[in-house]
């Protein structure tokens, strides 16, 4: 069965970057983009970009544009979301998620980023 | 933008309700999804392409619109029903979600 394993949690300082891994399994990596949406405490889900496993195309939400890197490593089916410059903003449960249709319903477990000072 | 209505809603178990979501721009009616979300818990898709249910859901959830307008629909609720659901569009960059609309117990 599909399966997305997200890295565990992380706490950051004010500032500093943090890298997120995704792992699939149970399908063709390359045949399916991946989504990354983050959750902060409380609120709603925010989408922040996406990424073609196929040939790493990327597009990223305006608001995380220059702080927001994602990547993809074929050869171990893994996603990656690498978010520089961390603020208390940041603090949140970041999600990879399989893109899209019918294939939306299949989401990484989620990873807490905890930034503090 | 997607905008959600209501933003809460008070319900009982037996109950029909409809959700709504309005887009700020046309959404091709095939990247239009909806998800369910529980504390603790990754959203759960209910329907993709506006009106299609996702593996699993029950047939008392169901989708329907086109363009701006696109609704959700739970026949009948059960006990299991009441969480936060979210409209989502894939049809366009950026992609965006909903902001929500909480359904709760009366």
């Known amino acids: 069965q599909v399966q997305l394993l997200q890295s565990g949690a992380e706490v950051k300082k004010l500032g500093a970057s943090v890298k997120v891994s995704c792992k699939a399994s149970?399908?063709?990596?390359?045949?399916?983009?991946i989504s990354w949406v983050r959750q902060a405490p409380g609120q709603g889900l925010e989408w922040m970009g996406w990424?073609?496993?196929?040939?790493?195309?990327?597009k990223y939400a305006q608001k995380f544009q220059g702080r927001v890197a994602l990547t993809t490593d074929a050869s171990t089916s893994t996603a990656y979301m690498d978010l520089r410059s961390l603020s208390s903003d940041d603090t949140a449960i970041y999600y990879c998620?399989?893109?899209?249709?019918?294939?939306?319903?299949?989401w990484g477990q989620g990873t807490l980023i905890t930034v503090s000072s | 933008v997607l905008t959600q209505s209501p933003g809460t809603l008070s319900l009982s178990p037996g109950e029909r309700v409809t959700l709504s979501c309005r887009a700020s721009?046309?959404?091709?009616?095939?990247?239009f999804a909806w998800y369910q979300q529980k504390p603790g818990q990754a959203p759960r898709l209910l329907i993709y392409?506006?009106?299609n249910r996702a593996t699993g859901i029950p047939d008392r959830f169901s989708g329907s619109g086109s363009g701006t307008d696109f609704t959700l629909t739970n026949s009948r609720l059960e006990p299991e029903d009441f969480a936060v659901y979210y409209c989502?569009?894939?049809?366009?960059?950026?992609?965006?979600f909903g902001q929500g609309t909480k359904l709760e117990i009366k």
């Open positions: 998620a399989r893109c899209c249709g019918p294939y939306g319903g299949d």
């Open positions: 149970g399908y063709t990596f390359t045949d399916f983009s």
């Open positions: 989502h569009q894939y049809g366009r960059f950026p992609y965006t």
């Open positions: 990424i073609s496993a196929y040939n790493s195309n990327t």
């Open positions: 392409g506006a009106s």
């Open positions: 721009q046309s959404v091709g009616i095939s990247y």
